[in-house]
Nanobody, 118 residues
Framework: QVQLVESGGGLVQAGGSLRLSCTASGIIYEPYAMGWYRQAPGKQRELVAKIISGSSSIYTDSVKGRFTISRDNAKNTVYLQMNSLKPEDTAVYYC????????????WGQGTQVTVSA
């Protein structure tokens, strides 16, 4: 059974930092991409950042230069270092592991709340 367990969310003042962690267990076939998405109240879930095939990274424009995604393959963990946080970063952050080749899958974590106060 695949599980993605997130941690590291919380309340922080604007300009502060947080680091999110997502540890995967039960994944047998290597994912094509692991990443972070977020969903603010009343908004659709959006991509924040993802690592593709363990190397190249993609960021949404609003977090470029502030957030850094990284992956520790030995620990099956992906991290999201968030610096210079803004109130508009407030959302529930979800970890995702996705594979397109057979056997394909699309796994999600339970989400962790990030709240940035002005």
């Amino acid at each position: 059974q695949v599980q993605l367990v997130e941690s590291g969310g919380g309340l922080v003042q604007a300009g502060g930092s947080l680091r999110l962690s997502c540890t995967a267990s039960g994944i047998i076939y290597e994912p094509y991409a692991m990443g972070w998405y977020r969903q603010a109240p009343g908004k659709q879930r959006e991509l924040v950042a993802k690592i593709i095939s363990g190397s190249s990274s993609i960021y949404t424009d609003s977090v470029k230069g502030r957030f850094t995604i990284s992956r520790d393959n030995a620990k099956n963990t992906v991290y999201l270092q968030m610096n210079s946080l803004k109130p508009e970063d407030t959302a529930v952050y979800y970890c995702n592991a996705r594979r397109y080749k057979v056997p394909s899958y699309d796994h999600w974590g339970q989400g962790t709340q990030v709240t940035v106060s002005a």
